[in-house]
């Protein structure tokens, strides 16, 4: 797969966007398929994985995307770019 550089950072062209494994694109799959997922993209040169932590917020709990990418990648994890995002609610506390 070929690859970019922006600075100092070098990523495949083409990323694994992770949210369906948590939420999403219909039929939720085993977290043991998520991550097996993740490592087969891995193995394929994919470089950059993308997650967020309200990934899941409303089926399961907020982070729960980032464990699933973050147990999939603990082996490469100075290999490849993660790119997550921060949510910020609008709602307020009463």
Do not use: W
Request: aromatic residues 12%; hydrophobic residues 30%; proline residues 1%.
């Amino acid at each position: 797969m070929k690859s970019r550089k922006i600075k100092s950072l070098t990523s495949s062209e083409m990323g694994m966007g992770c949210m369906g494994f948590s939420q999403g694109y219909g039929q939720i799959p085993e977290k043991s398929y998520s991550i097996e997922a993740i490592r087969n993209g891995y193995e394929f040169g994919c470089r950059l994985f993308d997650t967020a932590e309200v990934y899941g917020d409303v089926l399961y709990y907020k982070g729960h995307n980032e464990e699933i990418v973050g147990e999939a990648v603990k082996a490469f994890r100075e290999d490849i770019v993660l790119a997550t995002k921060f949510h910020v609610s609008n709602r307020t506390k009463r």
